[in-house]
Every structure is written in structure tokens, then in C-alpha cells.
């Protein structure tokens, strides 16, 4: 477009400097598909968020499985110590 412009000002012996555009009007399937783009990127952001919530989670969940088999394996020994003295005495 600038060298277009250009061309039409060197006839008239102008030359052009600066070339800004304002108010661009774009196809309306063209705005479609930015807006379909930043849909996409707010959506990933909110799995990558729901991923992170899900990890956090299942550690949590991890941590307390195996404080819990910590405390049956703790009272299954107890118990196994108070069978065996039952049998010996």
C-alpha cells in the first residue's frame, strides 16, 4: 500500500515520510477468528489452571494415603505385639 502511494505522490513531485493507518475495518470472518483464537487461549489458560488444581489435589490425596497406611501399618503391629503376648503367657 505504501509503495502504491508512493507511486501516485511522485507525480504529483510529493514524497511520502509517514504512512499511518486509523479505524481499520477488518472481514468480519478475519474478526471471527481472533476472537475464535483469544476464546482458544482463555480456554487453555482454564485447563492449564484445572490441570494444576487436579495435581495439587491427587498429592494432597497421596500424602494422605500414606500417612493413613502409616497409622494402620503402626496399629497393626500394635496388635500383632499384643497377640504375641497373649501366646506367651
Known sequence: MRAKLTEVLTS???TLQNFQLFEIKLPSKFSQTIQNIEKFKQ???SAEFKL???QQYASGMIDKAV???GMILQAATS???QLS???IA
Open 12 to 14: 504529483f513531485q510529493s
Open 43 to 45: 480456554d487453555l489458560t
Open 52 to 54: 494444576q488444581e487436579a
Open 67 to 69: 500417612q493413613e497406611s
Open 79 to 81: 496388635y500383632a505385639k
Open 85 to 87: 503376648e497373649v501366646k
